[in-house]
């Protein structure tokens, strides 16, 4: 364990806090995904702990992709700058690939640091010098830990924090209402990035057992929310299965539209198997709408089987699609499970409940002693 403590004489009254924190994240971006909404769950749960803003260092202000080596190299530069010159007192990088910037800055130098890891960035690739050299290593799942640490038993201990939610803000402008005005009562929505390069999510499994589902529950209907370079390939395959007419496809949509959405569908269905944990799980419970997720991913830990909702094998479409039209169609067990999701996120997923973890685990890797006056 690594911890930043000054060493003062028995004498003084002294108090401990988390010192001085810096943030080290990719983006904020509202279009960043999962990573730029958990860069600001950190930033916001450390000042709120705090009662300031801690210092922060960002890699990009728009999107995370497609940054340029000039951005990288001045990110650098700042980093240098911020540790040389004591900023700070110890930093939380938002993603372990922008830590890697650690290795450009002189051992002498380096602030104690820790590293928030994600999903498949945890265990799809070797962990690089700057992840296994932290002084921790935070993860939201179980499922994400036990995971990489199979996969590389060199990354070392990993602790245990879960996600949690920013409190619900004032949302600007009005959701979009043409949209809205297309969302019947037995919609089904996924939502999240629809990207070529992120494909086991589970969009193609809810098209393949569509079909099935309209056999019993004519009337559903599946909403696929989200942007990105998959979606016209999505749009041409409900078309090919001959289920258009019952797809919505929305593209990208604004705080307001999606708050909307979870309001308006009668349950969420995202069958993945590649999250690490699912922020988007915790939306849906904080909604009170049923949950649909897979057996092989981190949804195994927001989700409750047969409590919360329902997990399923991903290649199973036939149990997928008796899941979905299960809930659709027993008014009494989804009104159920959306009322006991939201109490599970109401005891462990809220903004408050976030903070506390982690303030209390960075705590014993980082509290700074203060000094507060003489005993004499």
């Not at 450390?46 to 009662?51: E, K, Q």
């Not at 650098?76 to 990088?93: K, M, N, Q, V």
């Not at 962990?127 to 038993?153: G, H, K």
């Not at 949209?179 to 969009?203: C, F, M, N, T, Y």
Request: with cysteine; charged share 25%; proline share 6%.
């Amino acid at each position: 364990m690594t911890v930043a403590a000054q060493r003062v004489p028995l004498s003084d009254f002294t108090t401990r806090r988390l010192g001085r924190p810096a943030v080290a994240v990719i983006t904020q971006s509202p279009k960043g995904g999962g990573v730029a909404y958990v860069a600001r769950l950190l930033i916001q749960a450390l000042g709120s702990a705090a009662g300031e803003p801690p210092a922060l260092l960002s890699l990009n202000q728009e999107e995370a992709a497609n940054v340029s080596a000039s951005r990288k190299a001045r990110f650098a530069g700042r980093l240098l700058t911020h540790s040389a010159l004591r900023r700070s007192d110890w930093i939380i990088f938002g993603h372990p690939g922008i830590a890697s910037v650690q290795q450009m800055i002189p051992r002498p130098t380096r602030l104690p640091y820790a590293i928030q890891l994600h999903g498949t960035d945890a265990w799809d690739r070797p962990p690089s010098r700057a992840v296994i050299e932290a002084s921790l290593r935070i993860a939201p799942s179980r499922y994400t830990i036990d995971r990489a640490r199979s996969e590389y038993p060199e990354i070392g201990p990993i602790e245990l924090c879960p996600h949690g939610l920013l409190p619900r803000g004032s949302l600007t402008g009005p959701p979009d209402f043409t949209l809205l005005s297309r969302i019947g009562p037995a919609s089904v929505l996924i939502l999240g990035r629809v990207a070529a390069s992120e494909g086991r999510k589970g969009h193609d499994q809810l098209l393949e057992c569509w079909p099935r589902v309209l056999e019993s529950a004519p009337q559903a209907q599946l909403v696929i929310a989200g942007e990105g370079d998959d979606l016209d390939r999505l749009k041409q395959k409900a078309r090919s299965i001959g289920i258009a007419d019952r797809v919505v496809c929305s593209g990208y949509v604004s705080d307001a539209t999606r708050e909307a959405l979870f309001g308006r569908c009668a349950l969420f269905a995202m069958p993945s198997q590649q999250e690490g944990f699912g922020l988007v799980y915790l939306e849906a419970m904080r909604a009170a709408l049923p949950c649909i997720g897979a057996l092989s991913d981190g949804a195994t830990e927001p989700i409750v089987n047969g409590e919360t909702g329902f997990l399923v094998q991903q290649t199973d479409r036939e149990a997928l699609a008796r899941a979905i039209v299960t809930i659709l169609r027993d008014h009494d067990l989804r009104r159920q499970f959306g009322e006991a999701g939201r109490k599970r996120f109401d005891e462990r997923y809220t903004f408050e409940a976030y903070r506390t973890r982690l303030t209390a685990l960075l705590s014993e890797y980082f509290m700074v002693e203060e000094i507060r006056g003489r005993s004499r």
